[in-house]
């Protein structure tokens, strides 16, 4: 296990597979067909799904939770780390083996960022794949379905034009609830040495002000309360706004702050390069932006930071924190980390420790390091071996977890605004969320779902608060 114990709702672990909820709604007497999307990987990938899900409902296919029920299974897969990315050809054994059992029509594609990065290679592993696409082309879903209709041999769509893709989208969504992810940027242009990012989602792109503006309307006219802002480097975001000016991420949230409806704002994924002071200013002004920032800094040795050209110091990091805290001390800092890099020491390894005990994480994600055939990485010398990597992840982790279950402790008898999204398991108990992001149970009746309702903390665990 590489990463967090968060609770099940918590924000995406990517290594671990989601199935997109079936949307009731969707069900019109036009959708004739049904289609399982299982989503593996980050928030990216959750937005995408959702995405695919409205780009198939006008040519008549329903969502379904259930791929036995399927005519179209979409897989949409995760390339970042090398279990992530091996989940998807164990999947497709299993569908091929309901494919000849019972299902002989179904159509399976594979999309994401393992479809981009390898592309033919999947239809060669797996020739029960019909169609293969990349995070960039989803839009074409609809022709591509048809032309696998029409001929034999699997239909592939790895072209890369971000702009082209949102224009094509529909801008209404459907969302599933009061909370929502949307994506104002994509792709990367940093080249961190251990990262495939930049190959399967290409260069950065941000996307319009209006298009952003737009779609979070569509989600506020729908019940959306909560919108985080979605990228893989969304603090890169800059475009032309409707003043004629350049904008940044702070300005694009000020703006969709004003938004009716829209009580809370969140946005991930940040690169501590991009922290610019407009947007240190916003977190500390803007009473909708939710105070939780997640900015990984992945290892504290400065000669791991080179090696993994992140291009910035610890030094620098720390003094980005501190810059940060003094404009909002509430500020709830979130973080990234990545042991056993290749060449890193012993020496290395405790400045990353040294790290967090200076910085302090009220939540975290932490992972061995995994090759990624085709970034540097990959070929450099001194490869961690992995009883290294296991026992340095361990140690990290209890630090980590220590400071999770202290941040949550510390919360106990404060009363907290949770937004709250659903029912628990246990009857009578409802489920929210924090500011800080962190999963809140209470007893309450279901009339409150959906709304902002304060929370007094009683108890804390690691992953979440239990509250009155
Ligand atoms: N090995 C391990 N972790 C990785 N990440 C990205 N690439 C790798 C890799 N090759 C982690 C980083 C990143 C997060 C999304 O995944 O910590 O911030
Ligand atoms: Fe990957 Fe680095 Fe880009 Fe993040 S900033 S997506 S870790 S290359």
Known sequence: MTTSPRDKTAPRDIDQPAVIAARTDDVSALNTKKVFIKTYGCQMNVYDSERMADVLSPIGY??????????????????????AAEKVYSELGRIRKMKEANKPDMKVAVAGC?????????????PVVDMVLGPQTYHKLPEMIAKVHRETGAVLETEFDTLEKFDQLPETRKPKGFSSFLTIQEGCDKFCTFCVVPYTRG?????????????????????????????????????????????????????????????????????????????????????????????????????????MNRDHTYEHYKQLIAKI????????????????????????????????????????????Y?????????????????????????????????QQREF???????????LVEGTAREPGRLFGRSPYLTGTHFDGPEELIGQIVDVTITEAGVNSLIGV
Not at 62 to 83: F, G, M, Q, S, Y
Not at 298 to 303: H, P
Not at 325 to 350: H, K, M, Q, W, Y
Not at 408 to 418: A, C, E, F, R, Y
């Open 203 to 307: 260069a950065e792109v941000s996307r319009p002000v209006t298009q952003i503006v737009a779609e979070a309307r569509s989600l506020a006219s729908q019940g959306v309360r909560e919108i985080t802002l979605i990228g893989q480097n969304v603090n890169a975001y800059h475009a032309e706004g409707p003043d004629g000016g350049q904008w940044g991420l702070g300005e694009l949230i000020r703006h969709v702050a004003l938004i009716g409806g829209i009580d809370r704002i969140r946005f991930t994924t940040s690169h501590p390069r991009d922290m610019d002071d407009e947007l240190i200013k916003v977190l500390g002004e803007e009473p909708k932006l939710m105070p939780y920032l997640h900015l990984p800094i992945q290892a504290g040795s400065d000669k791991i930071l080179r090696a």
């Open 62 to 83: 329903a969502p379904t939770e259930v791929p036995d029920d399927a005519d179209l299974v979409i897989l949409n897969t995760c390339h970042i780390r090398e279990k």
């Open 114 to 126: 393992v479809a981009q990065a390898e592309g033919a290679e999947i239809k060669r592993r797996a």
């Open 408 to 418: 949550n402790q510390s919360l106990i008898g404060k009363t907290l605004p949770v």
């Open 370 to 402: 995994s090759v990624r055939p085709g970034t540097p990485g990959a070929t450099m010398h001194r490869q961690v071996p992995e009883d290294v990597k296991s026992e340095r992840l361990k140690r990290l982790q209890d630090l980590l977890y220590t």
């Open 325 to 368: 805290r003094a404009a909002n001390p509430d500020i709830a800092l979130s973080g990234d980390f990545i042991v056993g890099f290749p060449g890193e020491t012993d020496a290395d390894f405790e400045q990353t420790m040294k790290c967090v005990k200076e910085i302090g994480y009220a939540s975290s994600f932490s992972f061995k």
